[in-house]
């Protein structure tokens, strides 16, 4: 069953995409105030790989890992520098 988690947590976010099959759907960054972002994240077993995040007991593939971390980092750049254009 597909499940979808919204997190700001990028070392969540990159853990998920890299041990399954989950796909980015969306991503909301503000810039009102402190800027924030949120990335929605749609897959089957979410919730399980989120329970072993938080306790700590998550494995993951180190190379696969950094990967989908750069992915998100890079989106996150890319709407700051969006937004510096856009002023």
Known sequence: MLET???SDLWLGGYILSE????LKDVQV?????ESILFNLQGENLSELT???YKQ???ANVA???NKLNFLR???F???RQRKIGR
């Open 64 to 66: 696969e890992l950094r």
């Open 57 to 59: 007991e998550a494995l």
């Open 20 to 23: 399954s099959d989950a796909e």
């Open 5 to 7: 988690l919204n997190t």
């Open 30 to 34: 503000s810039f009102e105030g402190r």
């Open 51 to 53: 329970k072993s995040y």
């Open 78 to 80: 890319e709407s700051r």
């Open 74 to 76: 890079d989106i996150i």
